[in-house]
């Protein structure tokens, strides 16, 4: 693999595109919907640092060539909304603000813009379980990913550019007499190739921008997994065991490159932890931590979020 101010862009992208995808969601997210006129509203400051990268073999290499430490860098916010609209549905909806470093042998390029929002439904699909006390809850989640007008091209961007489609599936469980619960789910994200909500900027180096011409590469299919338990200490606390991932449909075989800024295919599994404090029942703050033990054509990263929540009821 080369390294150089592309191959850096492209690992970059793919740390924006996944946290964007997967971005750490409150307990009981997925698998639970939000009674009717309740809701959740979240602001998370994330933080991902990377000196290490992953080929297409999943072996580790320098993440560049020539810098010491950190190349890769992701501080951003993220604003993260639900809703019931009944009992049954809940809408969803995040919306990022990227602020991104990469590094190369001569210096640091710096992209701060909003990224790509995503809006969606979750459903619950056993309502005759939404008594007080049933131990299970099984519901599905449908998101749009909608590039904000940011430039694609830039280096870094702050998104992938593109309109994309998924759905998960999720069930999750109490473990009561344990004050205690877990969930695991299972979805497919499609690739759209729609680019209309993005655009690109003009490369002429004159310009002082830095950015590579406009690709629109073809992205593969995506399954994607996660997994977590949790325990609470009383109305005080929550603790998590949390690990999610991607999985392409088909196995990378391209390492980053000029003609391929951003992986089209790509394979990794986060796996972590977190606390989240209730000083008061509608208010918490909350603190998570993933590392990245495999991983393919990826980025391996330490992430870190902040995040201060707020239940309206």
């Not at 080369?2 to 997210?29: M, N, R, V």
């Not at 109305?235 to 075989?253: C, D, E, M, T, Y």
Request: net charge neutral.
């Amino acid at each position: 693999m080369e390294h150089g101010k592309l191959d850096l862009q492209g690992c970059a992208l793919s740390s924006i595109l996944l946290a964007l995808f997967l971005l750490p969601t409150p307990a009981h997210a997925q698998a639970w919907t939000q009674p009717k006129h309740h809701g959740y509203f979240k602001l998370t400051y994330g933080q991902s640092a990377a000196a290490e990268q992953y080929t297409t073999g999943g072996d580790l290499q320098p993440y560049a060539r020539n810098v010491e430490g950190d190349a890769f860098l992701d501080r951003s916010y993220y604003l993260y909304a639900e809703f019931g609209l009944t009992d049954q549905a809940t809408l969803v909806a995040l919306l990022p603000y990227k602020q991104l470093t990469v590094r190369d042998g001569t210096r640091a390029h710096t992209t701060r813009a909003p990224g790509s929002a995503q809006l969606g439904l979750r459903v619950d699909l056993k309502p005759s379980y939404k008594a007080r006390g049933t131990p299970h809850a099984v519901a599905a989640q449908f998101l749009l990913t909608l590039p904000t007008g940011y430039a694609r091209n830039r280096t870094p961007a702050a998104g992938p550019g593109q309109v994309d489609v998924q759905g998960t599936l999720h069930y999750g469980a109490s473990l009561w007499p344990l004050p205690a619960y877990t969930q695991v789910g299972l979805g497919l994200r499609l690739r759209s190739g729609l680019y209309a909500l993005s655009h690109a900027v003009d490369c002429d180096p004159h310009l002082g921008v830095d950015c590579l011409p406009d690709q629109q590469p073809v992205y593969d299919e995506e399954w994607l997994f996660s997994g977590e338990i949790g325990a609470s200490a009383g109305r005080w606390a929550l603790v998590q065991i949390l690990a999610f991932g991607v999985w392409s449909n088909q196995a990378p075989v391209l390492d980053f490159d000029p003609a391929n800024p951003i992986p089209t295919r790509q394979r990794y599994l986060k796996a972590g932890a977190g606390l989240t404090l209730y000083p008061v029942p509608a208010v918490g703050l909350s603190v998570q931590y993933f590392t990245t033990p495999a991983g393919r054509n990826t980025v391996r990263s330490s992430d870190w979020f902040w995040g201060l929540e707020y239940k309206l009821r």
